[in-house]
């Protein structure tokens, strides 16, 4: 299978909602249009350290998304990353997890970090 990891852009919403809205739901909330709306504004915004990535493999519609914050901390002189919300098809998983890891080398960050449930042992494998 051929597949991109690039940074997302706003050709990529309509299927980025698709995959944020599921993302939500597994974590037991319902979607809010308002946030919806305000988290992709913030990601196209670079003004705001908010990010996001896109997989894509044979061509298709993202199969995954990551959304990242890049953020300062008291523990090292170089930015940290948060991995906020990762969401990819069964199919590949390690599409958009290892992206992070290889833009960490590339920026320089101190650490990246993810949180997810503790029940999460698909995501917890990564």
């Given at each position: 299978m051929t597949h991109i990891v690039r940074r997302i852009s706003a050709r990529d919403e309509q299927r980025w909602r698709e995959l944020w809205d599921a993302y939500t739901r597994f974590y037991e909330r319902e979607p809010s249009e308002a946030i919806t709306?305000?988290?992709?504004?913030?990601?196209?915004?670079?003004?705001?350290?908010?990010?996001?990535?896109?997989?894509?493999?044979?061509?298709?519609?993202?199969?995954?998304?990551?959304?990242?914050?890049?953020?300062?901390?008291?523990?090292?002189?170089?930015?940290?990353?948060?991995?906020?919300?990762?969401?990819?098809?069964?199919i590949n998983p390690r599409r958009v997890s290892d992206w992070p890891i290889e833009e960490m080398k590339v920026e320089g960050w101190s650490r990246l970090y993810w949180n997810t449930k503790e029940n999460n042992y698909r995501a917890r494998g990564l």
């Amino acid at each position: 299978m051929t597949h991109i990891v690039r940074r997302i852009s706003a050709r990529d919403e309509q299927r980025w909602r698709e995959l944020w809205d599921a993302y939500t739901r597994f974590y037991e909330r319902e979607p809010s249009e308002a946030i919806t709306r305000r988290t992709w504004a913030r990601i196209l915004d670079p003004s705001f350290p908010v990010h996001a990535i896109v997989a894509e493999e044979n061509g298709s519609d993202g199969v995954g998304i990551a959304n990242y914050i890049i953020h300062e901390n008291t523990s090292a002189l170089t930015p940290a990353c948060y991995l906020q919300t990762c969401l990819s098809s069964p199919i590949n998983p390690r599409r958009v997890s290892d992206w992070p890891i290889e833009e960490m080398k590339v920026e320089g960050w101190s650490r990246l970090y993810w949180n997810t449930k503790e029940n999460n042992y698909r995501a917890r494998g990564l």
